[in-house]
């Protein structure tokens, strides 16, 4: 089956740090990836996204390369900022039997002090 | 335009008390799903309905939990016999739907925070 597994948390950082959070997955076939934030108190939502093969998905300056040969989908910042605490999931859309649902990591959570 | 609505926000019941979560899709958006995230359990699928198709409901974690959406829209997660381990963030989304749409991402409610004492 489809699985997402990120890199264990929580992150803790300084302000203008740089930030990677690994996501590699399994799936069948191709599948489209995602990332979403959570901050305190809030819903889901979609930070970006890359739906083929070396494909960059980017927003709020957090960036992240589809890397089939690796299956994975890192997150990166290269300065974070204290506004940038929440909560990063890594999910993946696939085909096959129930190609609807995103299958998310576990998540990972980040503090920057400031 | 509007997103995922979801009521109430909050819920607090007792245990044993049956409760209804309600969720309003983004219009045009015919595949709907409901998650639950339980405090370090990360995020899990309880179902998901697509058009008039049979619902998938392989998330479901009893039979005490079930879903219904009315005329492809308003969907409903009912709680039975509610137990303390039910207390949780009951997330809905919603996408668009067909062969094209796993490059679309799913959008979120801001969830309904049930507590079951």
């Known amino acids: 089956g489809n699985s997402v597994t990120q890199m264990e948390g929580p992150v803790t950082l300084s302000e203008e740090a740089f930030l990677t959070i690994n996501c590699t997955y399994t799936a069948t076939g191709y599948p489209s990836l995602f990332w979403y934030v959570q901050y305190p108190g809030e819903g889901l939502q979609l930070l970006l996204k890359a739906t083929k093969a070396d494909d960059k998905g980017s927003n709020k300056g957090f960036e992240a390369t589809y890397r089939k040969e690796t299956t994975s989908f890192h997150l990166e910042k290269g300065s974070v900022q204290v506004s940038d605490s929440a909560v990063y999931f890594c999910?993946?859309?696939?085909?096959?039997?129930?190609?609807?649902?995103?299958?998310f990591g576990q998540g990972t959570i980040l503090t920057v002090h400031p | 335009g509007a997103g995922v609505s979801q009521s109430p926000s909050n819920k607090v019941t007792e245990k044993g008390k049956d409760v209804e979560l309600r969720c309003d899709p983004i219009s045009g958006h015919t595949a709907l799903y409901w998650y639950r995230q339980s405090l370090g359990q990360g995020l899990e699928f309880l179902i998901y309905f697509q058009g008039n198709s049979a619902p998938d409901k392989s998330g479901l974690p009893s039979d005490r939990f079930s879903a219904e959406r009315t005329g492809g829209s308003v969907s409903t997660l009912t709680i039975q016999r509610t137990q303390q381990e039910d207390s949780a963030v009951y997330l809905c989304?919603?996408?668009?739907?067909?062969?094209?749409?796993?490059?679309?991402?799913?959008?979120f409610g801001n969830g309904t925070r049930l507590t079951v004492t």
């Open positions: 989304a919603s996408s668009l739907a067909g062969v094209g749409a796993i490059s679309s991402p799913l959008h």
């Open positions: 999910a993946l859309r696939a085909s096959g039997t129930s190609y609807g649902k995103l299958t």
